[in-house]
């Protein structure tokens, strides 16, 4: 139990277009979410918190107008990188959080920005 | 402010070791801390979970301890093998609300060499 599921697993785009992430947690409803940015040999860096039908909570120096985030149900939670450049190329992590406040990771996506 | 720590950064052992990876955090006050594996490129899998109550969780070859009062856990792995070749990191959580989130430490990377 408690998958979480990413799509695409791998997306190449072109500077200055939008991506999608889309996380889903399969079988269990997830009213927490958060996406986290992964770049080489360094650790996880939480980007933000999508809480079910409200707006996401944003850490420190993350632009919420470059990463839109929408948790539109309980069971999906998006990220849009808006006019994507070379710098946002990255692997981008989702987690829903389950019972016992336990976070179930996605398997990641690999963006590169062209 | 919480941080975590792992030492080693980085083992290398031969098939058949048994071994010890660190996490260190600053504050006590933890709701729970989480073990997970990372291999390259991929997402995480979580390993262990021990709530701040608990003192010791295992599964299989793997145990990890917890010593709220010093800020201490380890994760002990028996009889290494090369498939426990991974990344190992270290996640605390605090109590409510914004503390919920994981804070990470950057992690070991273990290399188990037939």
């Known amino acids: 139990g408690a998958v979480v599921s990413q799509h695409p697993s791998r997306v190449i785009c072109k500077s200055g277009t939008s991506v999608k992430i889309e996380c889903r947690s399969l079988?269990?409803?997830?009213?927490?979410m958060f996406w986290y940015r992964q770049f080489p040999k360094q650790s996880l860096m939480l980007m933000a918190t999508?809480?079910?039908?409200?707006?996401?909570?944003?850490e420190q120096g993350v632009e919420k107008d470059k990463f839109l985030i929408n948790h539109a149900s309980l069971t999906l939670s998006t990220l849009t990188v808006t006019s994507a450049h070379p710098e946002d190329s990255s692997f981008y992590i989702c987690?829903?959080?389950?019972?016992?406040?336990?976070?179930?990771f996605g398997p990641g996506t690999r963006l590169t920005v062209l | 402010k919480q941080e975590v720590t792992q030492i080693p950064a980085a083992l290398s052992v031969p098939e058949g070791e048994n071994l010890v990876l660190n996490c260190s955090f600053t504050?006590?006050?933890?709701?729970?801390l989480q073990w997970f594996r990372q291999d390259p490129g991929k997402g995480l899998t979580s390993l262990l979970l021990?709530?701040?109550s608990q003192r010791e969780q295992t599964s299989g070859r793997l145990n990890a301890s917890l010593d709220k009062s010093s800020g201490r856990s380890t994760l002990y792995i028996a009889a290494s093998q090369p498939g426990d070749s991974a990344t190992y990191l270290c996640?605390?959580?605090?109590?409510?609300?914004?503390?919920?989130?994981?804070?990470w430490g950057l992690g070991t990377s273990l290399a188990v060499n037939p």
């Open positions: 999508s809480n079910e039908g409200s707006k996401a909570t944003y």
């Open positions: 504050d006590s006050a933890i709701y729970n």
């Open positions: 079988d269990f409803q997830a009213t927490t």
């Open positions: 996640a605390v959580s605090g109590y409510a609300g914004n503390n919920r989130k994981l804070i």
């Open positions: 987690s829903a959080m389950g019972l016992a406040d336990t976070q179930y």
């Open positions: 021990i709530q701040s």
